[in-house]
């Protein structure tokens, strides 16, 4: 099982980011993909998951409106996009696969680093 992100993103405040997440060595729509960042001194922060058999989402409170989980099952990559970026928005993104609700994380991908500066 690998999880792969794509690389590293500079952006400006108020711009969007897109981060992919490719699978392999499963059945991509057997399983949940969770989104979690860390920011820099922080501990985890989950933003939400996608299921990607059906595409169904559901987000964190907190970014509700500005982050869009997206998942394509031709290519088995999941993606999320973070609108209106501010700086606070600085942080290492992460997919994480799990089973569904209740049950742990059990592969990570290796992390994307978001940095949002002028």
């Known amino acids: 099982v690998q999880l792969v992100q794509s690389g590293a993103e500079l952006r400006n405040p108020g711009a969007s980011v897109k981060v992919s997440c490719k699978a392999s060595g499963y059945t991509f729509t057997s399983y949940y993909i969770d989104w979690v960042r860390q920011a820099p001194g922080q501990g985890l922060e989950w933003m939400g998951r996608i299921d990607p058999e059906d595409g169904g989402t559901k987000y964190a409170q907190k970014f509700q409106g500005r982050v869009t989980f997206t998942a394509d099952t031709s290519t088995s990559t999941a993606y999320v996009e973070l609108s209106s970026l501010r700086s606070e928005d600085t942080a290492v993104y992460y997919c994480?696969?799990?089973?569904?609700?209740?049950?742990?994380?059990?592969?990570w991908g290796q992390g994307t680093q978001v940095t949002v500066s002028s």
């Open positions: 994480a696969r799990n089973r569904g609700l209740g049950y742990p994380w059990d592969y």
